[in-house]
């Protein structure tokens, strides 16, 4: 997929021969780095969904079910307590969240809802908390309502690619990582709008984006749309060199409009018929997504949807997301997800291993995002405490029921070899596992050359060159064993270099045993030549 900016082709143009709303094209960058993120002051979503004159606390936005209990006086005080009970048993309910679709509340989207099946039918449009992309079809949509999970954006990007659409509206949920893959980044909001309702610069209200004509916009999403009434909201900012389609901006004293709505075309450009190079006779030869992304989700809760313009601009944003392409009609179904929502599966490779690991990494994440936030399930936490206790009763049953025998104090035990002097602590020391071999190979040399040199009367300043020719001269030892022995002679100085070094000196049993046989064959063989000389010599009586 390549970068395009613009058409050659003119708006009306292009819509003619395409049916495609969207004069620009982007595709996802590989990389994560983005602009610097500007984001307005977070807010608790539940606490921040106002409008001038209505406080989230008054009680004209929270439906009362309480009737009036009527009775004598002297059931009063069984009426305070049914009404005790009662209260107990509403406010026990677990609360909705900001944006549910099930949710009739004044920050519920339950009317966004009724829109979308009004507008596509009731089996088309479809409320989910588990998103599997391996279902989707190109001919599908999905809307991201702000989303409290990262998006996955390689199965998403496939799905765009493969000619899905889809729409991501959120302020300060966690899709501006996915956005910034898209080059679209999210920036402060207008401190001093040009225009906002009830005199709250918090309601700044946002104008259709000027075309570039002098002809009114006449985007599919903007048809019938004069202003939409924002709740505070956050506005976008595109990398330099990218050009979309702006559907909505915030206009402001003494700087420019923000933008709060974009939209662009996923897709190869060529294929979709966004270059110069193609004729505007020749239909698009492949299938193009779209992604329309706006920062201010809480302009289409249930309170803010009583605004022509934002009823308008959302029955827009669905026709534009499902309506038919070049390549035939799409006919496909509209998914919206808000929150915290599951996905799974990937788009277009199931069996890829990128996307398998990336799926398990995703699954990972969202289980420890899980625990962190409601805790480790009862049923594993009860095995867990009822592991941890039984390990704990073995430990203390072991530990209390070992015999122990009287140790005898340090001054009444038996000095070790190792801490002797002596000859038997130096045997100990060089016969102990740990000792180093360089130490046992110097002792044999040292040992060797001791006894060569009683035997063959020569000073105890004698080398290990003069011993060998001492041995040849008094053919104690053959030709051959006084090579030998200047071999072994060679090799046992190994231990010498290694001590000197302060190294230690890798050498295997074999080996080790090897050079102290042939010390001792040394010594035998001179032994024998002896002898004879010593059984010829005259005998004194």
């Given at each position: 997929?390549?970068?395009?900016?613009?058409?050659?082709?003119?708006?009306?143009?292009?819509?003619?021969?395409?049916?495609?709303?969207?004069?620009?094209?982007?595709?996802?960058?590989?990389?994560?780095?983005?602009?610097?993120?500007?984001?307005?002051?977070?807010?608790?979503?539940?606490?921040?969904?106002?409008?001038?004159?209505?406080?989230?606390?008054?009680?004209?936005?929270?439906?009362?079910?309480?009737?009036?209990?009527?009775?004598?006086?002297?059931?009063?005080?069984?009426?305070?307590?049914?009404?005790?009970?009662?209260?107990?048993?509403?406010?026990?309910?677990?609360?909705?969240?900001?944006?549910?679709?099930?949710?009739?509340?004044?920050?519920?989207?339950?009317?966004?809802?009724?829109?979308?099946?009004?507008?596509?039918?009731?089996?088309?449009?479809?409320?989910?908390?588990?998103?599997?992309?391996?279902?989707?079809?190109?001919?599908?949509?999905?809307?991201?309502?702000?989303?409290?999970?990262?998006?996955?954006?390689?199965?998403?990007?496939?799905?765009?690619?493969?000619?899905?659409?889809?729409?991501?509206?959120?302020?300060?949920?966690?899709?501006?990582?996915?956005?910034?893959?898209?080059?679209?980044?999210?920036?402060?909001?207008?401190?001093?709008?040009?225009?906002?309702?009830?005199?709250?610069?918090?309601?700044?209200?946002?104008?259709?984006?000027?075309?570039?004509?002098?002809?009114?916009?006449?985007?599919?999403?903007?048809?019938?749309?004069?202003?939409?009434?924002?709740?505070?909201?956050?506005?976008?900012?595109?990398?330099?060199?990218?050009?979309?389609?702006?559907?909505?901006?915030?206009?402001?004293?003494?700087?420019?409009?923000?933008?709060?709505?974009?939209?662009?075309?996923?897709?190869?450009?060529?294929?979709?018929?966004?270059?110069?190079?193609?004729?505007?006779?020749?239909?698009?030869?492949?299938?193009?997504?779209?992604?329309?992304?706006?920062?201010?989700?809480?302009?289409?809760?249930?309170?803010?949807?009583?605004?022509?313009?934002?009823?308008?601009?959302?029955?827009?944003?669905?026709?534009?997301?499902?309506?038919?392409?070049?390549?035939?009609?799409?006919?496909?179904?509209?998914?919206?997800?808000?929150?915290?929502?599951?996905?799974?599966?990937?788009?277009?490779?199931?069996?890829?291993?990128?996307?398998?690991?990336?799926?398990?990494?995703?699954?990972?994440?969202?289980?420890?995002?899980?625990?962190?936030?409601?805790?480790?399930?009862?049923?594993?936490?009860?095995?867990?405490?009822?592991?941890?206790?039984?390990?704990?009763?073995?430990?203390?049953?072991?530990?209390?029921?070992?015999?122990?025998?009287?140790?005898?104090?340090?001054?009444?035990?038996?000095?070790?070899?190792?801490?002797?002097?002596?000859?038997?602590?130096?045997?100990?020391?060089?016969?102990?596992?740990?000792?180093?071999?360089?130490?046992?190979?110097?002792e044999l040399k040292r040992t060797l050359e001791a006894m060569l040199r009683q035997r063959l009367g020569l000073s105890s300043a004698a080398g290990p060159r003069e011993i060998v020719q001492a041995a040849a001269e008094k053919k104690l030892l053959t030709p051959r064993s006084s090579s030998a022995l200047e071999q072994l002679l060679v090799r046992l100085s190994a231990g010498e270099i290694a001590v000197m070094n302060a190294r230690r000196l890798s050498l295997s049993d074999r080996k080790l045993r090897a050079l102290h046989d042939g010390v001792l064959d040394i010594l035998k063989e001179m032994l024998d030549q002896e002898d004879p000389k010593r059984d010829s010599r005259p005998q004194h009586g």
């Amino acid at each position: 997929m390549v970068l395009v900016a613009r058409s050659a082709r003119t708006g009306r143009d292009f819509r003619n021969q395409t049916q495609n709303h969207d004069s620009c094209f982007v595709t996802p960058q590989t990389g994560t780095d983005g602009g610097e993120l500007a984001v307005t002051q977070r807010h608790d979503a539940r606490a921040r969904r106002t409008v001038a004159g209505r406080s989230s606390c008054e009680r004209s936005d929270v439906p009362i079910a309480l009737g009036r209990l009527a009775g004598p006086r002297r059931f009063i005080g069984g009426r305070r307590f049914a009404a005790v009970l009662f209260a107990l048993l509403v406010l026990s309910r677990p609360a909705a969240a900001a944006f549910d679709a099930a949710d009739t509340g004044w920050e519920g989207c339950s009317e966004l809802i009724e829109l979308a099946r009004n507008e596509l039918g009731n089996r088309r449009v479809r409320v989910i908390s588990s998103l599997d992309y391996s279902v989707l079809e190109p001919a599908d949509a999905i809307v991201f309502m702000h989303p409290t999970v990262d998006i996955r954006f390689h199965p998403l990007a496939a799905f765009l690619a493969a000619g899905g659409r889809a729409a991501v509206i959120d302020d300060h949920g966690k899709a501006a990582a996915l956005l910034e893959r898209f080059h679209i980044h999210r920036a402060n909001a207008p401190a001093l709008p040009e225009f906002k309702a009830r005199g709250n610069s918090q309601l700044a209200i946002a104008l259709p984006a000027a075309s570039e004509s002098s002809e009114p916009n006449d985007h599919p999403t903007l048809r019938g749309v004069e202003q939409v009434v924002t709740n505070h909201p956050t506005a976008l900012r595109l990398e330099p060199g990218i050009e979309l389609t702006p559907l909505l901006v915030l206009p402001a004293r003494g700087e420019p409009a923000a933008l709060l709505a974009v939209t662009g075309v996923i897709g190869d450009a060529r294929a979709c018929g966004l270059t110069s190079a193609v004729s505007r006779d020749t239909p698009p030869e492949g299938h193009c997504g779209r992604l329309l992304a706006m920062g201010d989700p809480s302009a289409f809760i249930n309170l803010m949807m009583r605004y022509p313009g934002n009823r308008s601009f959302a029955r827009g944003v669905f026709s534009y997301l499902l309506e038919d392409d070049t390549w035939g009609r799409r006919s496909g179904n509209l998914y919206l997800v808000n929150g915290d929502f599951k996905q799974l599966g990937s788009y277009g490779d199931p069996d890829g291993m990128r996307e398998m690991l990336s799926e398990q990494q995703a699954a990972l994440l969202d289980w420890i995002d899980d625990v962190r936030s409601n805790g480790l399930p009862e049923p594993f936490s009860i095995a867990l405490a009822a592991i941890a206790a039984i390990g704990v009763a073995i430990w203390a049953g072991l530990a209390g029921g070992q015999l122990y025998s009287a140790i005898a104090p340090g001054y009444a035990r038996p000095l070790a070899h190792v801490s002797q002097g002596g000859f038997a602590g130096r045997a100990a020391v060089l016969a102990s596992r740990s000792t180093d071999r360089s130490l046992i190979l110097r002792e044999l040399k040292r040992t060797l050359e001791a006894m060569l040199r009683q035997r063959l009367g020569l000073s105890s300043a004698a080398g290990p060159r003069e011993i060998v020719q001492a041995a040849a001269e008094k053919k104690l030892l053959t030709p051959r064993s006084s090579s030998a022995l200047e071999q072994l002679l060679v090799r046992l100085s190994a231990g010498e270099i290694a001590v000197m070094n302060a190294r230690r000196l890798s050498l295997s049993d074999r080996k080790l045993r090897a050079l102290h046989d042939g010390v001792l064959d040394i010594l035998k063989e001179m032994l024998d030549q002896e002898d004879p000389k010593r059984d010829s010599r005259p005998q004194h009586g």
